[in-house]
């Protein structure tokens, strides 16, 4: 069982930046791939970034590549989001998500614990 609490979001300016955590309980952090998801109301829930547990392989999604970076401390059980020069379509939801002893991908289906979000607000 892998309990997630994000933290981090809130209000910045268009070209600002955050970094969002996400805290995993549970001994086996260190097995799973990690990903962030994002999503506004009445769209589907969107990927953003995916690292594996041994942070050697990450992957953007291409909204957001070049200006997010996906790291993990796995010492520490978390998993960051640098999100640098803010766009007000960045606006929505973020989620933290594990895969335990997973392949690395974009779809939400092949995560098995899920976070309760942390709201991100780009003003423009």
């Given at each position: ?13 268009a070209g600002g930046s955050l970094r969002l ?74 989620y933290c998500t594990a895969g335990v002893r ?23």
């Amino acid at each position: 069982q892998v309990q997630l609490v994000e933290s981090g979001g809130g209000l910045v300016q268009a070209g600002g930046s955050l970094r969002l955590s996400c805290s995993a309980s549970g001994r086996i952090f260190s097995s799973c791939t990690m990903a962030w998801f994002r999503q506004v109301p009445g769209k589907d829930r969107e990927f953003v970034a995916t690292i594996m547990w041994s942070s050697s392989w990450t992957s953007y999604a291409d909204s957001v590549k070049g200006r997010f970076t996906i790291s993990r401390d796995n010492a520490k059980n978390t998993v960051y989001l640098q999100m640098n020069s803010l766009k007000p379509e960045d606006t929505a939801v973020y989620y933290c998500t594990a895969g335990v002893r997973r392949v690395p991908t974009g779809a939400p289906r092949d995560y098995d614990y899920w976070g309760q979000g942390t709201q991100v607000t780009v003003s423009s």
